[in-house]
């Protein structure tokens, strides 16, 4: 039986198509990906993301259990701040990608609603002798993300603290109508914006008010391509139990100097003895779309694998990220795509496909 | 198209003879779970259709699907449009949006496809 959040009865009756996606049943969209997926990139839309997995990490020991745990660094994250982290195993691939928050003298880990229950039983049989709690918050609470250029201006019309005053990658204890919420300038859109995380039960009336502000609803499918335009990872595609940090591109999120963790000397091994494989971004001249697990090829000969493809609303042509060789990695580098037999030139491009204007 | 008349593949093609030239497009069912659609790969005129057999692809942004050829022929006409602007089949599939025309091999004949109140109860089920 598929989970479902607080949310779910609402899109249902608002049209939404729904989707099983680990583990919980989702909108995958209201209208049409392109169309919400414009929304976002545009003005501003809202997602129902109460699927991710919300850990709480408590005890006296909770930065050197997040130390051992994750390969980012933990330990001198600054009030609220929020960082993108990684948890490996023994062999230093990649167990899930999380993000941690810093939130009073505990952690907030979010998590992929597909590896939560993996998480939090890899968390329970590594706490060994530190004194250190885990508490899974996942059911008892809710979560929205509210993204796009205009998500901020909207969204601060409801919160208590301002939004826009909150630097990005940080989060803050607020209200949001009146609701005790953290709230963070956080998203996997390549938008600005925010997340908030508040008690079951409130977040119908947040919701509803946004969308009544204008906040287009918006559903899974549109979240794939806008983080996948962003180069952003999504695990089990991206990134799996197959795949190390360092050739996913994520070296960035691997402190090998922090002190020990779980994987860090198979890291430093691969660091000095790479995979030879890399994630690269790839573009396509023509209207054929890659998908998922397509071979990437050159002459004729396979070299690795399309992670996930999709055609881009925003630059009205068919996108990719894929394992390559590290030798024909460089951008500019022409490749082909086998698609269903038949093979389409692509080119090497850098990532991220987008990156929003800042201003 | 009058749907109520046409015949229909369990794969979601609409067939409608006249004469022995026999018009194929997709249905709206088939056409609104796409949605977004991108491009509509086309046979060539003078290709054979082989019953059941694939004879172009429909890709959408979430998906690509294999378009059948509901009755045996040769292909004499392709919807150009369609190539050029593919979002013509989501907004009028069973008019503007056909796909290709088959002159038909043999005696006309659409026994073998569903009529409209078969295809409804096909689609019913597939929506649960």
Same mark, same amino acid.
């Given at each position: 039986?598929?989970?479902?959040?607080?949310?779910?009865?609402?899109?249902?009756?608002?049209?939404?198509?729904?989707?099983?996606? $680990?583990?919980?049943?989702?909108?995958?969209?209201?209208?049409?990906? /392109?169309?919400?997926?414009?929304?976002?990139?545009?003005?501003? $839309?809202?997602?129902?993301?109460?699927?991710?997995?919300?850990?709480?990490?408590?005890?006296?020991?909770?930065?050197?259990?997040?130390?051992?745990?994750? %390969?980012?660094?933990?330990?001198?994250?600054?009030? #609220?701040?929020?960082?993108?982290?990684?948890?490996? &195993?023994?062999?230093?691939?990649?167990?899930?990608?999380?993000?941690?928050?810093?939130?009073?003298?505990?952690?907030? !880990?979010?998590?992929?609603?597909?590896?939560?229950?993996?998480?939090?039983?890899?968390?329970?049989? &590594?706490?060994?002798?530190? &004194?250190?709690?885990? +508490?899974?918050?996942?059911?008892?609470?809710?979560?929205?993300?509210?993204?796009?250029?205009?998500?901020?201006?909207?969204?601060?019309?409801?919160?208590?603290?301002?939004?826009?005053?909150?630097?990005?990658?940080?989060?803050?204890?607020?209200?949001?109508?009146?609701?005790?919420?953290?709230?963070?300038?956080?998203?996997? %859109? #390549? +938008?600005?914006?925010? =997340?908030?995380?508040?008690?079951?039960?409130?977040?119908?009336?947040?919701? =509803?008010?946004?969308?009544?502000?204008?906040?287009?609803?918006?559903?899974?499918?549109?979240?794939?391509?806008?983080?996948? +335009?962003?180069?952003?990872?999504?695990? #089990?595609?991206?990134?799996?139990?197959?795949?190390?940090? !360092?050739?996913?591109?994520?070296?960035?999120?691997?402190?090998?100097?922090?002190?020990?963790?779980?994987?860090?000397?198979?890291? /430093?091994?691969?660091?000095?003895?790479?995979? $030879?494989?890399?994630?690269?971004?790839?573009?396509?001249?023509?209207?054929?779309?890659?998908?998922? !697990?397509?071979?990437? %090829?050159?002459?004729?000969?396979?070299? $690795?694998?399309?992670?996930?493809?999709?055609?881009?609303?925003?630059? &009205?042509?068919?996108?990719?990220?894929?394992?390559?060789?590290?030798?024909?990695?460089?951008?500019?580098?022409?490749?082909?795509?086998?698609?269903?037999?038949?093979?389409?030139?692509?080119?090497?491009?850098?990532?991220?496909?987008?990156?929003?204007? %800042?201003? | 198209?009058?749907?109520?008349?046409?015949?229909?593949?369990?794969?979601?093609?609409?067939?409608?003879?006249?004469?022995?030239?026999?018009?194929?497009?997709?249905?709206?069912?088939?056409?609104?779970?796409?949605?977004?659609?991108?491009?509509?790969?086309?046979?060539?005129?003078?290709?054979?259709?082989?019953?059941?057999?694939?004879?172009?692809?429909?890709?959408?942004?979430?998906?690509?699907?294999?378009?059948?050829?509901?009755?045996?022929?040769?292909?004499?006409?392709?919807?150009?449009?369609?190539?050029?602007?593919?979002?013509?089949?989501?907004?009028?599939?069973?008019?503007?949006?056909?796909?290709?025309?088959?002159?038909?091999?043999?005696?006309?004949?659409?026994?073998?496809?569903?009529?409209?109140?078969?295809?409804?109860?096909?689609?019913?089920?597939?929506?649960?």
């Amino acid at each position: 039986m598929a989970l479902e959040t607080a949310l779910h009865s609402w899109h249902s009756s608002n049209g939404a198509r729904m989707v099983d996606f $680990g583990g919980w049943d989702m909108p995958v969209q209201y209208t049409t990906i /392109v169309d919400e997926h414009t929304a976002v990139r545009n003005d501003s $839309g809202i997602f129902d993301i109460g699927h991710m997995g919300r850990l709480k990490i408590h005890g006296p020991d909770a930065t050197s259990f997040l130390q051992m745990i994750c %390969t980012n660094n933990s330990a001198n994250l600054k009030p #609220g701040q929020v960082r993108y982290n990684l948890v490996c &195993n023994e062999k230093g691939t990649i167990l899930d990608d999380i993000l941690v928050y810093q939130h009073g003298s505990d952690f907030l !880990l979010v998590v992929n609603a597909s590896n939560r229950l993996k998480i939090v039983s890899w968390l329970l049989s &590594n706490v060994r002798s530190l &004194n250190v709690q885990i +508490e899974d918050q996942t059911l008892s609470t809710s979560m929205i993300a509210v993204q796009g250029p205009n998500a901020i201006a909207l969204a601060k019309q409801l919160i208590s603290d301002d939004p826009s005053k909150l630097g990005y990658y940080f989060s803050v204890d607020s209200k949001t109508m009146n609701v005790p919420s953290l709230i963070s300038r956080t998203g996997y %859109t #390549g +938008e600005d914006g925010i =997340e908030i995380i508040l008690p079951k039960g409130e977040e119908i009336k947040v919701w =509803e008010k946004l969308v009544a502000m204008g906040c287009k609803p918006c559903g899974l499918g549109c979240r794939d391509t806008l983080r996948l +335009e962003a180069g952003m990872p999504l695990y #089990g595609h991206e990134i799996d139990e197959n795949t190390n940090p !360092l050739e996913a591109g994520l070296g960035w999120a691997v402190k090998l100097d922090k002190g020990e963790f779980i994987g860090r000397e198979a890291l /430093v091994k691969e660091k000095n003895t790479p995979s $030879g494989r890399v994630r690269v971004g790839l573009e396509l001249p023509g209207k054929r779309i890659p998908r998922e !697990l397509y071979p990437v %090829t050159q002459n004729g000969a396979a070299l $690795g694998k399309v992670t996930s493809g999709t055609f881009s609303p925003t630059f &009205n042509k068919p996108i990719a990220m894929a394992y390559v060789p590290a030798n024909l990695s460089a951008v500019g580098t022409d490749l082909d795509i086998d698609i269903r037999g038949k093979f389409e030139p692509c080119k090497v491009v850098s990532l991220p496909f987008y990156k929003r204007k %800042t201003t | 198209m009058d749907p109520i008349k046409l015949r229909y593949a369990k794969t979601h093609e609409w067939a409608s003879v006249e004469g022995n030239i026999c018009t194929v497009g997709l249905t709206k069912f088939a056409v609104d779970l796409l949605t977004d659609v991108i491009y509509i790969d086309m046979p060539d005129v003078g290709d054979p259709a082989l019953k059941g057999d694939s004879f172009g692809e429909i890709e959408s942004v979430k998906a690509v699907s294999d378009i059948y050829a509901p009755v045996e022929g040769e292909i004499i006409e392709i919807n150009d449009k369609l190539v050029l602007d593919p979002a013509t089949i989501s907004k009028d599939p069973y008019g503007k949006g056909w796909l290709v025309k088959i002159k038909m091999a043999g005696k006309p004949n659409l026994d073998h496809l569903m009529n409209h109140a078969a295809y409804e109860k096909q689609i019913a089920s597939e929506s649960h």
